[in-house]
């Protein structure tokens, strides 16, 4: 699975937009971006996914480069409650064995009131 | 439908014991994950498990480490003689069978080796 870059943290005040970045330079054509979060150590949350189309669910929304070579994840409205890990990966489309996640150190996001 | 369940939340073990963490997957998902989280660090993937199968063990630590995900029942992680640095969080995730699924994660169980 490709590698992916992510800030350390970021800050976001509460009601506003956060704009989380992911750069996954080294992305194969068959390869998904998903996105992934952990609040204060509970398991991680499925978000959101996408191949190169964008997409939106009642959570967030993904942009993905027209060359795939990034990404951001959108929280439109940012909540205190958003304040959590978020994690960038990407990986081989398809269930069973490529559901397997490879996780990075991800991006702190802390939304302040 | 109830979500992936971990037990128990939390465990504690003596040095030498052993600890066994147990995963009830989703209802129609066939596969389970574990991973690890040490304190302070990221989630380390350990293994990927279907129906009396291990699929990719590669993150399983070569000793003192095992799972199961037999035909009936949870999947079991299994960790033999626990020393202090088994201390971690212990995550599991189960998926359904298909294309392009997403896995869904339990609370974890939190092992402390004393």
């Known amino acids: 699975d490709a590698k992916t870059t992510q800030p350390t943290s970021m800050d976001c005040a509460e009601g506003r937009a956060a704009n989380l970045p992911c750069n996954h330079s080294?992305?194969?054509?068959?390869?998904?971006v998903y996105w992934y979060r952990q609040i204060h150590s509970q398991g991680p949350q499925y978000i959101i996914h996408?191949?190169?189309n964008n997409e939106t669910n009642e959570m967030a929304s993904l942009i993905i480069t027209e060359d795939r070579k990034s990404s951001t994840l959108i929280l439109p409205h940012a909540t205190l409650r958003d304040t959590a890990v978020y994690y960038c990966?990407?990986?081989?489309?398809?269930?069973?064995?490529?559901?397997?996640?490879?996780f990075g150190t991800g991006t702190l996001l802390a939304v302040q009131p | 439908n109830a979500g992936v369940m971990q037990n128990p939340r939390h465990l504690v073990r003596r040095r030498g014991q052993e600890a066994r963490l147990r995963c009830s997957p989703m209802?129609?998902?066939?596969?389970v994950y574990w991973y690890r989280q040490l304190p302070e660090e990221g989630l380390k993937f350990m293994v990927y498990l279907q129906k009396e199968n291990i699929i990719d063990e590669s993150g399983m630590p070569k000793e003192r480490f095992s799972a199961e995900f037999p035909k009936e029942g949870p999947s079991i992680l299994r960790i033999q003689q626990v020393v202090r640095g088994d201390s971690a969080a212990y995550f599991c995730?189960?998926?359904?069978?298909?294309?392009?699924?997403?896995?869904?994660f339990g609370q974890g169980t939190r092992l402390t080796v004393v």
């Open positions: 209802k129609g998902h066939s596969h």
């Open positions: 990966i990407v990986r081989v489309g398809g269930g069973g064995a490529t559901n397997k996640l490879i």
């Open positions: 080294t992305i194969s054509g068959n390869e998904y």
């Open positions: 995730a189960s998926s359904p069978p298909g294309v392009n699924t997403e896995a869904f």
């Open positions: 996408g191949l190169k």
